[in-house]
């Protein structure tokens, strides 16, 4: 699918109408791995508004008459309260990297390309939070974060936008809505300082979440050898060596350096990272986000 | 081994092109493996690293070498090199081709004609003129060499046959040497040693090239059997003294039905350098009679057949006489010379007349009996006329029986006057009278007749109209002396001697012996002289063609006697049985003499093989090689590139290895284990089976039709057969299997010997056959449509025993439902089962014979019920039945019912027929 200017309604119908129709299989497949995590009831274990019961307690001076719990309070001489639990919603804000650099996969037969991982993430993690009641929102997306089922559609919409030219692209670091989360999704193959950037800015906001950076298995092997040119997925980046085989040592250095330097800022910002490659199992990853959503509540 | 020198370009200056592979080899050193692109999204992360180490930036030089070897194998391929061109180098002269077209070449004829047609099209392409003479062709020579286009000679080729006997090169030498033109020649060879074959080649070489070619493969012959020591003996002669060789003999001759079969094989070895070995046959006389020629096994040429003739045959002689021998007088026996005459040359019996005649005697001799009796009379008129010789002495009672007037002894050639006379005795005035040369329409014709012969005493027979026609040996005074007449098949023979020295010095004399031999009485002693046979016109009976087929030679003219005993063998007198009379003769194309040496030839004649010596283009060859190298290079190119690792190195590694290791063949994996697993599969389950016919529609109809039969046993009775399976009754076991359901077509293979032998025992050990001629019976069982003829040809050898149609009490009709027809797709056929004993007979009260014996082993119809039962593995049926609709659904259910009765028949056999059944069944019968 390649990215198309759109010339005229036309062309614009055809652009969409092939986008959409990559919504089914993909919102199967995050309904799929959605379905297979079983989230407990996770109220706030402290009263507030909400809908589950909580507790009766004795009323008090001071207590409005309609908040008494007749029915309970007819079996003694005191008057109940009933209270609720607080339930209140929380807003995630999800941001995926649909620079052209997340296209690739290794093995196109058998591995989805890089980005495929991250939206059936996004999505299957949307789709979790949503049931569980909370606002989901994209970071790239203006209007704020919403819950209930018609968000999905929305987000689905955000997530599979048109492909870009660029190689990479960086989280635009913005306001984000108070004690919001955030999950940012990436290969962080590209210029490091926009996630920095970004990461600062959420921590100081009060904003924390995770870092989950995707990569494929033959990114971390580099199983090359030879006389080869490299070259990015747009192109517009070149490399060429006569040994491939000789770079390996210091490209893997370089790797693990670039992990380890995106680790110790999420640690410092207070948030999580994880690397997730093509060939891992989704469910894990999926797991290791809602926990990670859920700790810090 | 290797005869490079042999080897041509047909495209030479396609090889200039070797030249410019080194100016290759510079260009490919020059130019460093092409770097490869890939695409990586963590290219960022590469930027500014250095290589540490360089990586050659030139083709290694074993790379060079294959891809270099490549191509020099595909110029050199390209080129066209042939093997043995042969006649295929360009030359201008005409070529003549001469082929020794004798029995000597009939082995490997294909082979020549091949040689010559493959010789003719490089003719054809060049343009040359060409002529193809058949030494053995000894027709008109004059002129000049038939030189003419080789499509011309080409259509006639497939006319040119090997003769059963030898060429003659004196006529085409002489006819050559009139010729002026130059040509070359090539020379297909029979390899005999010949009388002038060097001087034809001297001759043709002085013409042209000469090219022989001549056959590899074994020759060898055999002479004119013998009978030595009460052995029939052949000698085999072999042409290539080298190591030993074993062979082997078969004498073949009909059996009693008259059909030509192998009645014995004998072995033998040539001893290293031998060149030739006796082969000998010890054989009940009776056998050794049948004998009609002696093949040596798989050799097909007139060489390896010697023909048998009466010489072989020794004949049984039945012996009587009118009077018992007296006591110590034995040389008065009537029978005393003819006994020691018959000694050697056959086989005596002595019995009375009734019981010699049950031993099938081939001549009856009686000495001076006169009277016969009336049974033993007709008889014996009846054996003669079935072809049997009667040969009857006088003597005494016979002079004095006193003949009825008008009455004529059908055992007599002639009527006999009473008395007979006495010639030169002491009573008479004569002198004894010496013998008549023979005539020439006389058996004995050319035997000399010594001066000390002499006759004193005779019957003397009336004269009549068919007296002389009838006499073949008189007297001086021309009295009939032996006369003869034919009678049916078979003859009558009268000597008007008696068998004993009393009335002549004829049995005492060797004249006696030759005059029974030539009455083939007596086995010929020797081969005959020309002399023997001068005079004698013998008719060709069966005659030889170079392949060492015989055919009937009823439009030959007669040879004479003196050409057969010269026995030289050529288009006029061909090898063969001849016949004169009673006597039969086989002209062998080996002679007694000849020895197979192997041809010489003259130096500087250039002698190739027959089979090695074929074109053989190595153009193929030479670019699979090519190909072979490219195929390495592609691994070894991904190799020096650095790309040979991960997944796709593996795939070039298995790729490669598929590409060279050699696939097993697949029949490897054995008869065995599959035999074992098809023997298993066949007996864990009962299994119904099919004769596989080779027809895939019909062989398909035949498993869906036993499938479906298979369901419906399951579904109904306790039979539950597992799925159906294909036997092919030449190579299968028949045993497993309780029924074989054997569709006949008109196309069907008929069975070979082992597997009627087979399928014999198979029905014999309680095994049943359906036949199906599928063809609604149109002509009936004996009828003339193709499949029943098919089914005839196919149970003819087969053990069938008599057929009727099935009777409405044979068990089959009710074995396991009622059923009075056996319908499958068409209804009218008649089936046909083993007839019911003759015996068998109904009780009083009870519903059926008692058949409580043998189930039949064949069931014969034409209904097509395989049509009829056939299931798809979807459960659907295959084939209409009928006119379809309900009436067609019955006659499938009654169609399913026979199936059903069937095998039920076949697995419970008769036990419906019990007696104890009776009762409910004449319940059910509503009787």
């Not at chain 1, 908040?67 to 109940?80: L, P």
């Not at chain 2, 295929?88 to 029995?103: G, R």
């Not at chain 2, 001087?199 to 022989?212: D, E, F, I, Q, W």
């Not at chain 2, 199936?899 to 027929?913: A, D």
Request: charged share 20%; aromatic share 8%; glycine share 10%.
């Amino acid at each position: 699918m390649t990215a198309q200017a759109g010339h005229g309604p036309a062309r614009l119908r055809q652009a969409a109408e092939e986008h959409a129709a990559r919504f089914p299989p993909l919102l199967a497949e995050a309904q799929r791995l959605a379905t297979s995590v079983t989230p407990g009831a996770h109220g706030r274990r402290r009263e507030g508004t909400g809908e589950e019961f909580w507790q009766f307690r004795p009323a008090m001076p001071g207590d409005e008459w309609r908040n008494i719990d007749w029915r309970r309070s007819a079996r003694g001489d005191s008057h109940f309260i009933r209270q609720h639990e607080w339930q209140a919603a929380q807003s995630v804000l999800i941001w995926v990297d649909d620079g052209r650099s997340m296209a690739f996969s290794g093995d196109p037969g058998r591995r989805p390309a890089k980005i495929d991982r991250a939206r059936v993430l996004a999505l299957a993690l949307a789709i979790l939070l949503l049931r569980g009641g909370e606002r989901v929102g994209l970071m790239d997306d203006p209007t704020p974060p919403r819950t209930g089922r018609a968000q999905l559609d929305r987000l689905m919409a955000g997530l599979i936008g048109p492909e870009r030219d660029d190689d990479h692209v960086s989280p635009v670091a913005q306001l984000f809505p108070r004690g919001a989360r955030a999950v940012l999704f990436s290969d962080f193959l590209g210029d490091t300082d926009d996630v920095v950037n970004t990461l600062r800015q959420a921590a100081g906001q009060g904003v924390h979440g995770a870092l989950v950076q995707l990569l494929d298995p033959v990114e971390e092997a580099f199983p090359f050898d030879g006389r080869t040119t490299f070259h990015s997925m747009s192109g517009k980046i070149r490399f060429e060596t006569l040994r491939a085989r000789g770079l390996r040592e210091s490209y893997l250095d370089r790797l693990a350096a670039r992990k380890d330097l995106l680790a110790s800022h999420a640690r410092r910002a207070g948030w999580q990272y994880l690397c997730h490659h093509g060939d891992d199992s989704p469910l894990s990853a999926l797991m290791w986000l809602y926990s990670t959503l859920q700790r810090g509540r | 081994m290797f005869p490079f020198q042999a080897l041509t370009f047909m495209s030479p200056w396609l090889l200039i092109g070797l030249l410019a592979l080194p100016v290759l080899w510079w260009l490919m050193r020059a130019v460093p493996p092409a770097a490869v692109r890939r695409s990586f999204p963590a290219v960022t992360l590469l930027l500014g690293l250095r290589d540490e180490e360089s990586t050659p930036d030139r083709t290694p030089w074993w790379l060079m070498l294959l891809r270099m070897l490549a191509l020099a194998a595909a110029i050199i391929g390209f080129a066209q090199p042939v093997l043995n061109p042969g006649a295929a180098k360009i030359a201008s002269k005409p070529l003549l081709i001469l082929a020794d077209a004798s029995w000597a070449s009939a082995g490997d004829w294909a082979a020549r004609q091949d040689r010559i047609a493959a010789v003719l099209t490089d003719a054809r392409a060049s343009g040359r003129r060409v002529a193809v003479l058949s030494l053995t062709d000894q027709s008109a020579r004059t002129g000049p060499l038939p030189f003419g286009t080789a499509g011309d000679w080409k259509a006639a080729l497939a006319a040119l046959k090997p003769s059963p006997w030898e060429p003659d090169y004196a006529a085409v030498t002489s006819w050559i040497s009139s010729q002026k033109s130059a040509f070359d020649t090539l020379w297909l060879s029979d390899g005999l040693a010949r009388k002038g074959r060097d001087g034809l080649a001297r001759l043709l070489m002085a013409r042209g090239n000469l090219t022989v070619v001549q056959g590899r493969n074994a020759l060898m012959a055999l002479a004119r059997p013998r009978f030595q020591d009460r052995k029939i003996t052949v000698t085999a002669l072999r042409r290539d003294t080298g190591q030993g060789q074993e062979i082997r003999v078969n004498a073949i001759g009909p059996d009693p039905a008259g059909i030509e079969r192998r009645v014995a094989t004998a072995s033998a070895t040539f001893g290293p350098g031998e060149r030739s070995v006796t082969v000998s046959f010890d054989l009940p006389t009776d056998l050794g009679n049948r004998i009609r020629r002696f093949e040596i096994a798989g050799l097909r040429t007139a060489g390896a057949v010697a023909l048998a003739d009466d010489a072989l045959k020794r004949r049984k002689v039945a012996l009587f006489a009118g009077t018992a021998p007296r006591e110590g007088q034995e040389l008065l026996s009537p029978l005393h010379y003819l006994r020691k005459a018959l000694q050697t040359g056959a086989v005596v019996i002595e019995a009375p007349l009734r019981t010699s005649l049950l031993a099938a005697p081939d001549v009856v001799i009686m000495a001076d009996v006169a009277r016969i009796a009336p049974a033993e009379r007709d008889a014996l008129a009846a054996w003669v006329r079935k072809g049997g010789t009667l040969l009857r002495f006088a003597g005494p009672r016979m002079a004095a029986a006193r003949m009825r007037p008008g009455a004529d002894d059908p055992l007599l050639p002639v009527r006999l006057r009473p008395g007979g006379r006495d010639v030169g005795g002491a009573m008479s005035w004569g002198s004894p009278r010496h013998l008549r040369p023979f005539g020439k329409e006389s058996p004995f014709f050319g035997l000399t007749i010594p001066d000390d012969v002499t006759v004193t005493s005779q019957v003397v027979a009336q004269p009549g109209p068919q007296l002389a026609a009838r006499t073949i040996a008189s007297l001086q005074d021309g009295t009939p002396l032996v006369t003869w007449k034919e009678m049916g098949k078979g003859r009558v023979v009268l000597f008007h001697v008696t068998a004993n020295a009393e009335w002549s010095s004829l049995p005492l004399s060797g004249l006696f012996v030759r005059m029974l031999e030539r009455l083939a009485i007596l086995r010929r002693a020797s081969t005959p002289t020309p002399a023997d046979m001068a005079g004698q016109m013998w008719r060709p009976e069966r005659v030889m063609d170079g392949f060492g087929t015989l055919r009937k030679a009823d439009d030959l003219a007669a040879v004479s006697g003196e050409a057969l005993a010269e026995g030289r063998v050529g288009p006029d007198l061909l090898p063969g049985t001849y016949r004169l009379g009673p006597r039969q003769f086989a002209l062998n194309v080996i002679r007694p003499d000849r020895v197979l040496k192997a041809a010489t030839w003259p130096a500087g004649v250039a002698v190739a093989a027959l089979s090695g010596a074929e074109r053989k283009s190595l153009a193929g060859w030479f670019l699979a090689l090519a190909l072979l190298l490219l195929a390495l290079d592609i691994p070894a190119t991904l190799l020096v590139g650095g790309r040979l690792s991960g997944p796709r190195g593996t795939l070039a590694a298995i790729f490669l290895l598929v590409l060279l290791v050699p696939h097993p063949p697949a029949q490897a994996q054995g008869a065995g284990g599959d035999g074992d697993a098809r023997a298993i599969r066949a007996t864990r389950d009962t299994v119904l089976a099919y004769v596989i016919t080779g027809d895939a529609r019909i062989d398909a109809k035949s498993e869906a039709g036993l499938y479906g039969l298979s369901r419906v046993l399951t579904r109904r009775s306790a039979v539950e057969p597992a799925d159906p399976i294909g036997v092919d009754v030449e190579k299968d076991e028949l045993a497993f299997f309780p029924l074989l359901y054997w569709p006949v077509t008109e196309t069907s293979p008929i069975p070979s010997d082992s597997a009627i032998t087979r399928i014999n025992t198979y029905l014999q050990t309680g095994g049943m056959i359906v036949f199906d001629t599928q063809d609604a019976d149109i002509a009936g069982i004996n009828g003339v449509s193709p499949a029943s003829r098919r089914l005839q040809q196919i149970a003819a050898s087969l053990d069938i025993p008599a057929l009727e149609p099935v009777p409405p009490d044979h068990v089959l009709t009710r074995s396991f439902y009622l059923l009075q027809s056996f319908p499958g797709r068409f209804s009218q056929g008649q089936v046909w089962v083993e007839a019911a004993p003759p015996d068998a007979v109904k009780l009083e009260g009870m519903p059926f014979r008692n058949l409580n014996d043998g189930v039949s082993p064949v069931v014969i119809g034409a209904n097509d019920w395989a049509a009829a039962w056939a299931v798809g593995r979807d459960g659907g049926y295959l084939y209409p039945v009928g006119r379809g609709g309900y009436a067609g659904e019955r006659q499938r259910e009654m169609a399913y019912r026979f199936g059903v009765n069937l095998v039920m028949y076949v697995l419970t056999g008769n036990y419906k027929s019990d007696q104890v059944h009776v009762p409910a069944l004449l319940e059910r019968l509503g009787q």
